[in-house]
């Protein structure tokens, strides 16, 4: 019997034999996202992408079966800062290479034999969540089979981590992820995120830890559920989505791009990692329609 090892649910370290058990033990794949951008003296560059990559790579692990395709460097925006590379605007409604992209991903995914989609972008640009976000909709109606598109920290509001860049959480993470990755003693050098000492001294290993532990629990809670999920059950996560998405497209036509995630902190809206691996989707929908008339 063939042991799966860690660079053996990695697709691209895989023998085809290798591929073959991974797939029979469950046959979900894992797809991480990011961008190569500045992240502050302190953090790696590619932070966005090798924390969504490991992220996925643990959850496997956790799960005991699945694959982990090799993480996508390039997405939407990016800070006008030094070795960043800026694919497409984050302002723009239009989006042309990521969305198509992904599209092709997820069909050929599908034509090989998945039978779940597990989308996770370390990059958090409002558009990229978006286009994510509402790629695995239009995918999981197309397919038949369900796709989940998010940030993964959404995986972890309840926890306290509402999203950064490479400010506490981004930080912390990385720190757990990859610690030979953060240099904290040179944050010092840094203008903007050296400015005083809020990251320096808010930032942890342990609290890294307690994110990661969270979203790495919830991310296998999913492979291991979504395959089995039947057409009532899809129907009902889509809308649960569809509805996020309206949400906040909503929220940048009337007022601005960040409108909606202005109103996760202190909302009901935290929940929506534990109602997610709990199929509670239709309780989702309705946070997220509660959230979008705040906007309007």
């Known amino acids: 019997m063939t042991t799966v090892h860690r660079d053996e649910i990695q697709w691209e370290r895989m023998l085809p034999a290798e591929f073959r058990a991974a797939m029979d033990k469950k046959p979900v794949i894992f797809l991480p996202l990011g961008t190569v951008e500045w992240h502050g003296e302190h953090n790696a560059l590619g932070l966005d992408s090798l924390k969504a990559h490991e992220l996925c790579v643990q959850a496997v692990h956790r799960l005991g079966g699945g694959v982990v395709h090799p993480p996508v460097y390039g997405g939407m925006g990016g800070l006008d800062k030094p070795a960043t590379v800026i694919m497409e605007g984050e302002h723009a409604w239009e989006n042309h290479l990521l969305r198509p992209w992904l ?27 978006i286009v994510v976000r509402e790629t695995a909709v239009r995918m999981s109606e197309r397919l038949g089979i369900p796709v989940f598109g998010s940030p993964e920290y959404w995986l972890a509001l309840d926890e306290g981590y509402l999203g950064d860049h490479a400010g506490i959480g981004e930080t ?15 944050i010092k050098d840094d203008p903007d995120y050296g400015a005083d ?29 979504m395959p089995s999920w039947q057409e009532e059950r899809l129907y009902r996560y889509i809308r ?34 534990q109602l997610l691996v709990d199929g509670e989707f239709e309780a989702i929908e309705q946070l997220a329609r509660t959230l979008g008339r705040e906007e309007g």
């Open 103 to 129: 599209e092709t991903l997820c069909y050929e995914f599908h034509r090989i034999g998945f039978k779940a989609i597990i989308m996770v972008t370390g990059h958090y640009g409002h558009n990229q969540q």
């Open 240 to 273: 649960s989505e569809r509805a996020i998405v309206a949400a906040q497209t909503r929220g940048w036509r009337h007022i601005g791009p960040w409108e909606f995630w202005r109103h996760i902190g202190g909302s009901a809206f935290v929940q929506y990692g």
């Open 197 to 225: 000492d809020v990251i320096k001294d808010g930032s942890s290993q342990a609290l890294g830890m307690r994110y990661a532990d969270c979203i790495i629990e919830r991310l296998a809670s999913l492979a291991e559920q």
């Open 172 to 186: 912390s993470l990385l720190w757990h992820l990859h610690p030979e990755l953060v240099r904290m003693d040179r």
